[in-house]
């Protein structure tokens, strides 16, 4: 695909706090900082683009200082046109207008998630080779690294954070889906603005590691896209940054409520207990669940029935232990519930080998 000269909705700003919020000043003014710094590399004023976003020069000064999403984005879309470089300064050579918007198109016609990622990383490794990004699968975990090629000196933080917001944002629009991260690393200290970290990074953050990383689990992978060359298009007319926050939707979100259900049961005997596995509040799961068609209480009586019924035929645990690993806090309200699933108490379905309404066999 050529280069077109359309604004990529995916630009750098698409990483800093936004979605219903956008107006919420959360974004550390150490990233303007950085775009004043890639206007002096260049020997350019930034005078119009701090205009453009309503920045005061003497807010630069304040490491405490704060803009909002909205801000940010001016500021950037001003200084991307300016400049003619998408990366905002990052690399040892511009990414002129459009740049990543062919990067999108490389990735939209990928059968999955998957296969539209590994495009990205390749296609951003010949437009510039200052970094390297690469995906990996180890188990249930895909992890994006980048690695770094080149010093990239002052923007190092600004490029890293904006670059994995960049490929996470893009990844939740082509599936058309929040992806939930399972953690994020940097290879810097932690800044004065580490607070901000956890609303750019769903998940633990931790600095000082080996390179730059996020993970997520691997089944997004295997999602087919839900977008097409028209929506791109769309896409790309707009200024608009792509952010997470505003899919409310998690198309692996009912498979993820089951896997920890079933797997550590001690711990999500409430909602607030799995919400906060999940990285979420109670009142955020229980409507994406209500999006997906499902309810938290059923699924945790298909896991909880399913474990039981697992537990008492192939075991001969006493029922107490039976109902401890089933995620029940008492043998009594375990016996009240299963009944209520099999019409029999655990010992009558123990007894009659499966061969009960509702065993794993019948």
């Given at each position: 695909?050529t280069?077109?000269?359309?604004?990529?909705?995916?630009?750098?700003?698409?990483?800093?706090?936004?979605?219903p919020?956008?107006?919420?000043?959360?974004?550390?003014?150490?990233?303007?900082?950085?775009?004043?710094?890639?206007?002096?590399?260049?020997?350019?004023?930034?005078?119009?683009a701090?205009?453009?976003?309503?920045?005061?020069?003497?807010?630069?000064?304040?490491p405490?200082?704060?803009?909002?999403?909205?801000?940010?984005?001016?500021?950037?879309?001003?200084?991307?046109?300016?400049?003619?470089d998408?990366?905002?300064?990052?690399f040892?050579?511009?990414?002129?207008?459009?740049?990543?918007?062919?990067?999108?198109?490389?990735?939209?016609?990928?059968?999955?998630?998957?296969?539209?990622?590994?495009?990205?990383?390749?296609?951003?490794?010949?437009?510039?080779?200052?970094?390297?990004?690469q995906?990996?699968?180890?188990?249930?975990?895909?992890?994006?690294?980048?690695?770094?090629?080149?010093?990239?000196?002052?923007?190092?933080?600004?490029?890293?954070?904006?670059?994995?917001?960049?490929?996470?944002g893009?990844?939740?629009?082509?599936?058309?889906?929040?992806?939930?991260?399972?953690?994020?690393?940097?290879?810097?200290?932690?800044?004065?603005?580490?607070?901000?970290?956890?609303?750019?990074?769903?998940?633990?953050?931790?600095?000082?590691?080996?390179?730059a990383?996020?993970?997520?689990?691997?089944r997004?992978?295997?999602?087919?896209?839900?977008?097409?060359?028209?929506?791109?298009?769309?896409?790309?007319?707009?200024?608009?940054?792509?952010?997470?926050?505003?899919?409310?939707?998690?198309?692996?979100?009912?498979?993820?409520?089951r896997?920890?259900?079933?797997?550590?049961?001690?711990?999500?005997?409430?909602?607030?207990?799995?919400?906060?596995?999940l990285?979420?509040?109670?009142?955020?799961?229980?409507?994406?669940?209500?999006?997906?068609?499902?309810?938290?209480?059923?699924?945790?009586?298909?896991?909880?029935?399913?474990?039981?019924?697992?537990?008492?035929?192939?075991?001969?645990r006493?029922?107490?232990?039976v109902?401890?690993?089933?995620?029940?806090?008492?043998?009594?309200?375990?016996?009240?519930?299963?009944?209520?699933?099999?019409?029999?108490s655990?010992?009558?379905?123990?007894?009659?080998?499966?061969?009960?309404?509702?065993?794993?066999?019948?």
């Amino acid at each position: 695909m050529t280069a077109s000269r359309h604004r990529i909705q995916d630009k750098p700003t698409a990483g800093f706090p936004g979605g219903p919020a956008r107006s919420q000043a959360l974004t550390p003014v150490a990233f303007v900082q950085a775009i004043v710094q890639a206007y002096a590399q260049r020997g350019k004023d930034p005078a119009q683009a701090l205009r453009s976003a309503q920045i005061k020069p003497e807010f630069l000064c304040d490491p405490a200082h704060r803009i909002s999403a909205l801000q940010m984005e001016r500021i950037s879309g001003t200084a991307m046109q300016e400049l003619d470089d998408e990366a905002l300064g990052w690399f040892s050579r511009r990414l002129p207008w459009g740049s990543y918007g062919m990067l999108a198109r490389a990735s939209i016609s990928a059968p999955n998630l998957g296969v539209a990622l590994q495009r990205w990383c390749r296609h951003h490794g010949l437009i510039t080779d200052d970094i390297r990004l690469q995906l990996t699968r180890t188990g249930s975990q895909a992890t994006l690294t980048i690695t770094e090629q080149a010093d990239l000196k002052a923007l190092r933080e600004f490029c890293l954070v904006s670059v994995l917001r960049n490929v996470h944002g893009l990844a939740c629009w082509l599936i058309d889906s929040r992806i939930a991260l399972q953690g994020a690393q940097f290879p810097f200290a932690a800044p004065a603005h580490r607070d901000v970290y956890g609303v750019l990074f769903s998940g633990p953050t931790v600095f000082e590691a080996a390179c730059a990383a996020i993970s997520f689990d691997a089944r997004y992978l295997e999602l087919p896209l839900r977008r097409d060359e028209v929506a791109l298009r769309h896409m790309l007319k707009h200024a608009l940054p792509l952010t997470v926050l505003q899919y409310r939707r998690d198309r692996l979100l009912v498979q993820r409520v089951r896997q920890a259900l079933s797997t550590q049961p001690a711990d999500t005997h409430s909602a607030s207990d799995l919400a906060a596995l999940l990285a979420m509040s109670p009142r955020t799961l229980h409507r994406q669940l209500k999006d997906e068609g499902a309810s938290l209480q059923t699924l945790k009586d298909e896991v909880r029935r399913q474990r039981a019924q697992t537990l008492l035929l192939r075991t001969d645990r006493p029922i107490k232990q039976v109902a401890e690993a089933s995620g029940f806090q008492n043998e009594k309200s375990f016996m009240r519930a299963f009944k209520g699933w099999t019409g029999q108490s655990p010992a009558e379905f123990r007894q009659g080998s499966g061969s009960a309404p509702g065993s794993p066999g019948g």
